[in-house]
């Protein structure tokens, strides 16, 4: 841990909604809200209505009458959430982007350059603002969970400084509601039994937690509302690993309902690393089963895969192992993929055909086929757009309810689980 | 038993058995050579069930007699000084002495009627110019694969017909194909997959000798030199249809001078290593090796070639492509090729050897 607050969390506020209302100056200072049947983002004036994203649209309109609609431009958000971060690459290497709008910097090595963190945290935000034109809140503290609070309460459009040896007195009176991973369920079980503060969670015992919320999420709270979090910046801009999910609601997993739904997140997947002329080893499947239970599966394969069509079918093989392993789970909530293991798209030996033809193998003639189709359907999307082409499967099936575009940009990379390659997990 | 020979022809032999002998068995006879001393002469045997060796050594048999021999005396007897060298075993016992100058050694070694019975192949022995044979299988050979996973590409498929023998070789990646004139076959049609392993260390076993004789059985293959024998086991399956694989018709069939083109490769190829390509880009009159290392930076040359139609660019592994040019005889080059995922042929001038080439697909 470092001594100084050198860990900076940058979050743009309310993104789409203030990108929306960049782009367009007729929606300044008016309650607007991205998205139709249901809210995607809403704009600071909408969110003193009650407005938040998640809400019907229904239920908005109701709670606030003036509430514009505005349609998603996802190239937008990307492009500009791109220039953000390319600002905030400028002062240190060591960044973490975490989603479209957010990132953790560690700006300890850059004093000499830059100066003292508080002064390069001003200096980001004038730059978004003057160069973006942008509103971003930034906290500066000694760990990532207390930059990313701090960073909560700076909002809107703030600065929020956590001094070396004050962070128990900015901690304690904040709500838990701000501890990484309580979301209104957990908060309103721990309310329950007095626990409303961070100090409060602070002081209780990890026993008195346990029934409340599980032994091992209780640990983990308790760690973090004691400012315990060790993790560092994974500098370098390339993550580890890609990853898409979905949320089903509940369904009962049929051949049919995998290979859509695995279909799509395998297209998503993939088409992201080829993107990114990357490709990996280890597939990664999450199953989430009622009431937030979860188990993983990996594989880790003899070649990288970038391919749509292996992927998919990779990741079919892991969800039945799963599902197979849990015959008393009848409905899954969630399917999740990720590609770790990453390295770059190796540039590949084709194989005459002379042996047996492993469709999984990018060298085999099957593979190298594969892979010339999903580059000649990026083109073709790159084009065209991406509904323009796409596999049967998924591409036919109705269960796509929010656009492509902004799961994109709201995917956060899903973790492989534990090493051995099976994990369960119960979410917090 | 007791044989007294020199110290060269001994450490010869030895080193010719001893690289048969298995490093790694699992049956400890298997690691030992056999020498066997008998009125008529002294014979090495060597095995390691899949490839057999005999060959004569150049002896004074003093008392007949075998014995199993570690191969540690192999390094020994080279390292000891010229002249005579005795070995020397009592029927029975556990060691043998082995002798030379004023070293001496004490050896454990087995019994020879614990050593496996060596394969006998009947089937008629056709009888080739070995010369020309060996080269061709060397050259073939070099093609063929290393992996154990797929056994039938690490063979070079022998097919003896009419007045040819043909050979071919692949890894998957690059084929090779070529042919060796043999004495007419008449009617019959014989065809085996001999590892490629076996072909390499009869090539080394040769000695510029005139004659081969090679005989095909079902599971077996013998080729005699004179008095030293190599059985091989054969490799079961089915080898890749070799015609169906080099195409028939090339869109471009370009002639490159081969040293300036070796001398090209050998210069922007050290950029190329790793899997990275090497890239040849070709467009009207010009072709341009190219090559790029992250880490490293990147390497171009041009040279002139007589190109026509539309420009493109196609990647090769480096070592793969440089093996294929350099295994050709003569000043010139022909390279024909269709498209950046197709395979390449090369050839020489006025023989039949084929070298097909896969090409790395490029990212860009």
Known sequence: ??????????????????????????????????????????????????????????????????????????????????????????????????????????????????????????????????????????????????????????????????PPGGEREFLDPLPVGLVWGVGPATASRLAADGITTIGQLARSSRADLAPLVGGQVGSKLHALANNDDPRQVRSAGRGRSVGAQSALGRVIPTDQVLGEVLGHLADRVAARLRAARRAGRTVTVRVRFRGLRSVTRSLTLDEPVASTLTLREVAEQLARAALADHPDEREVTLLAISVSNLDDQPEVQLELPVARDDPHRQSSPTGAARLALDRSVDSVRERFGRTSVGYATPALSKRALVPDEFRELAEREVRPGQSAGRGEERDG | MRIVATKKDLAAALASAGRIASAKATMPVLSMVRLTAAETGVELAATDMELSVRLPVEASVEESGSVLLPRVASDIVRSLADGPVTIEHRAGEGVATLSGGNSSFTLNCLQAADYPELPDVSSAESEVPAEEFLATAERVGKAASRDEMRPVLTGVLLRLAGTEAVMV?????????????????????????????????????????????????????????????????????????????????????????????????????????RGTPVRLAFETGTLTVSATQSELGEGSESIPVAFEGEAFEVGFNVEFLRAGVESLDGEEVRLGLISPLRPGLLRGEGDDYRYLLMPIRLNT
């Open chain 2, 169 to 273: 070789a692949t890894d998957s990646y690059r084929l090779a194909v070529d042919r060796a004139a043999v004495p007419d076959q008449g009617e019959s049609v014989t065809e085996a997959i001999v590892p490629a392993r076996a072909l390499a260390e009869l090539a080394r076993l040769a000695d510029g000798q005139g004659a081969l004789r090679v005989a095909l059985a079902d599971n077996q293959a013998s080729f005699a030199l004179g008095d030293t024998r190599l059985t091989s086991r054969l490799i079961d399956g089915q080898f890749p249809d070799y015609n169906q694989l080099i195409p028939d018709e090339f869109d471009h069939d370009l002639v490159l001078d081969r040293a300036e083109l070796l001398g090209v490769l050998g210069r922007i190829g050290i950029l190329a290593q």
């Open chain 1, 1 to 162: 841990m470092s001594e100084r607050p050198s860990i900076l969390h940058a979050d743009l506020d309310a993104f789409y909604a203030s990108v929306e209302q960049l782009l367009r100056p007729e929606l300044r200072g008016r309650p607007i809200a991205v998205g139709g049947g249901v809210v995607l983002a809403a704009s600071y004036e909408a969110k003193r209505f009650g407005v938040s994203s998640g809400m019907a649209g229904g239920r908005a309109r109701e709670l606030c009458p003036d509430l514009t609609f505005v349609k998603g431009r996802f190239s937008d958000y990307q492009r500009l959430g791109d220039e953000v971060m390319d600002i905030l690459g400028a002062y240190t290497p060591a960044m973490q982007r975490i989603s479209i709008d957010e990132a953790f910097l560690d700006v300890g090595g850059s004093r000499r350059l830059f100066g003292e963190p508080d002064a390069i945290a001003r200096a980001i935000r004038a730059r978004v603002r003057d160069e973006v034109g942008l509103p971003i809140s930034i906290g500066a503290a000694t760990t990532q969970h207390l930059a990313k609070i701090a960073s909560q309460v700076a909002k809107p459009d703030g600065l929020v400084v956590v």
